[in-house]
Nanobody
């Protein structure tokens, strides 16, 4: 049973935009916090943006001002709006959601920024 599914990745030119979506299944109750991570080839997975249950949002320094995390609770969907993309943003992007003592990861979606 797929509990988290990302979509929206793809190939985009530098300076372009993408919007990633993360849908959580109804089996995950009140998922908070929710976050986007990414992992580039040969590098460790890193936090991109986090949305806490009190509404606090944190961004990695490398994406602050360019990326925006948001959530549509009615549709159990989280988004990552990515603007002004750079080649160094190329990575597999993962959605993460916590519910109580459990954490859930999506399968990842590839984002490639290249001319």
């Amino acid at each position: 049973q797929v509990q988290i599914a990302e979509s929206g990745g793809g190939l985009v030119q530098p300076g372009g935009t993408l919007r990633l979506s993360c849908v959580t299944s109804s089996s995950i109750f009140n998922p908070y916090p929710m976050a986007w991570y990414r992992q580039a080839p040969g590098k460790q997975r890193e936090l991109v943006a986090l949305l806490a249950d009190d509404g606090t949002i944190n961004y990695a320094d490398s994406v602050r001002g360019r990326f925006t995390i948001s959530r549509d609770s009615a549709n159990a969907t989280m988004y990552l709006q990515m603007n002004s993309l750079k080649p160094e943003d190329t990575a597999v992007y993962y959605c993460y959601a916590a519910s109580g003592a459990y954490g859930y990861w999506g399968q990842g979606t590839q984002v490639t920024v290249s001319s």
